[in-house]
């Protein structure tokens, strides 16, 4: 095992212990299709407000089937309250009808099949993956993994994607879908974008960017 690999194994080792209850995503959903549209609604908005979004929306609607057939402006009333809600609604009823005349209905579960779909990039798709499927071929990269990304292997980029592949050399395929979770939960708490609370971080002795003196 090289210095990069012993150096990302302690780092997911410290984060497991420090955050076991975050290794999954904390948008509710209860299968693939509800997780998808869920992560659609989720960029530049809270889990935490989509999540009060997305109840009423899938009593509604609950499934593509039931979308596909719908005009934008009837999703409105159940997404108004997220950002860019009018693209988002256009962009799951476009994904309904794909899944429904390409896919038989059913969420499609490989990289390439997701990104396919209106409104969805490769951070959504790995997000289903991983979430719904249980399944690894990418790391989903928000903004807290760009941040914490950077800081700890001391990367120069805000580009998700030569994040991802930087990220996919040096963590283990088994820790694909738990490293997205591991480094939104610690920008969240000590590494956000704008401050670095350094003296609180259990990373703060191995991180290359930490303000706390060795």
């Known amino acids: 095992m090289g210095g990069a690999e012993k150096s990302i194994a302690l780092v997911l080792r410290r984060l497991k212990r420090r955050y076991p209850d975050e290794m999954r995503t904390s948008l509710s959903h209860s299968n693939p299709w509800e997780l998808l549209v869920a992560t ?3 960029a530049q908005t809270t889990d935490a407000q ?13 499934n593509p089937n039931s979308i596909a057939r719908l005009r934008p402006s009837q999703l409105y009333p159940y997404t108004r309250s997220v950002n860019i809600y009018r693209n988002k609604s256009r962009n799951i009823i476009k994904a309904a009808r794909m899944i429904q005349e390409d896919f038989s209905g059913k969420v499609p579960d490989t990289l390439e ?8 990039g490769r951070k959504t798709a790995n997000v289903v993956m991983a979430n719904a499927f249980g399944k690894s071929e990418g790391i ?13 292997f001391l990367y120069r980029t805000k580009d998700a994607k ?3 592949e930087r ?5 283990p395929k088994g820790d ?11 920008g969240r708490d000590v590494c956000t974008a704008r401050n670095k609370y350094c003296e609180r971080c259990i990373l703060n002795d191995v991180c290359p960017s930490s303000a706390v003196k060795k």
């Open 162 to 164: 030569r994040i991802e």
């Open 40 to 42: 659609i609604l989720s």
């Open 176 to 186: 694909w879908g738990n490293v997205t979770h591991l480094f939104i939960a610690l």
């Open 113 to 120: 099949k997701l990104t396919m779909l209106p409104g969805v």
């Open 50 to 62: 989509v999540d009060r979004v997305t109840p009423r929306l899938f009593k509604r609607y609950p």
């Open 140 to 152: 989903a990269i928000d903004t807290h993994c760009i941040t914490v990304a950077n800081r700890l």
């Open 167 to 171: 990220m996919m050399r040096v963590v």
